[in-house]
């Protein structure tokens, strides 16, 4: 997958990581973390769980990306110590 295709990729599943969520990210933050959830999902999907790959901009792509970018938001707040999510109502 290209580099520009990965960054979109990315970018759209930080954004719906952080809406998924509910993170207090800055928007810059939540794509670097969406791109770094899709190179962990990424990962995941194929060497792991060898079910799909991100390699694209398609559907499958994005699910398995802002999959990553969520668990990739959830170890950076454990690692942190930060409450960052708002609470759910």
Do not use: D, W, Y
């Not at 990581?17 to 794509?31: K, P």
């Not at 799909?52 to 901009?57: D, L, M, T, Y």
């Not at 802002?66 to 454990?78: E, K, N, Q, S």
Request: aromatic share 6%; no cysteine.
């Amino acid at each position: 997958m290209g580099f520009i295709a990965r960054i979109v990729v990315g970018a759209i599943a930080g954004f719906l990581a952080s809406q998924l969520v509910r993170a207090r990210e800055g928007l810059l933050m939540m794509v670097l973390l969406g791109i770094v959830g899709a190179l962990v999902g990424g990962f995941v999907a194929t060497s792991v769980l060898k079910i799909g790959s991100v390699n694209g901009i398609n559907i499958e792509s994005i699910v398995i990306a802002t999959l990553g970018a969520i668990a990739v938001v959830f170890v950076v707040h454990l690692a942190t110590g930060s409450r960052g999510f708002l609470p759910r109502r």
